[in-house]
């Protein structure tokens, strides 16, 4: 069991940029994988991006080349920088780890 808790949301207008962080209670680098998913206005929860203990990391399509997962290992964290944001990324962004383990979300609008 691990808790999760997520920081870094707010309000930011399009072409703007927020750095998330996720906050483990033990370390990360223990777990095999920690991921980013979002839940956008009446949507499902979809992975954005994730990054393993060995530093393999997955992106969305619709994040390539804008965002950017990155491990702490020194402070159990792991952050994602979002730049270039867009209003489609409008949501609530959780922190995943294995064993169903989630954080409770921090919510990012991209609006002008």
């Known amino acids: 069991q691990v808790q999760l808790v997520e920081s870094g949301g707010g309000l930011v207008q399009p072409g703007g940029s927020l750095r998330l962080s996720c906050a483990a209670s033990?370390?990360?680098?223990?777990?095999?994988?920690l991921a980013w998913y979002r839940q956008g206005p009446g949507e499902q929860r979809d992975v954005v991006a994730s990054i393993t203990a060995s530093d393999i990391i997955y992106y969305a399509d619709s994040v390539k080349g804008r965002f950017t997962i990155f491990r702490d290992d020194d402070n159990n964290t792991v952050h994602l920088q979002m730049n270039s944001l867009k209003p489609e990324d409008t949501g609530i962004y959780y922190c995943?780890?294995?064993?169903?383990?989630w954080g409770r979300g921090t919510q990012v609008t991209v609006s002008s």
């Open positions: 995943k780890a294995p064993g169903d383990n």
């Open positions: 033990r370390s990360i680098f223990e777990l095999y994988v």
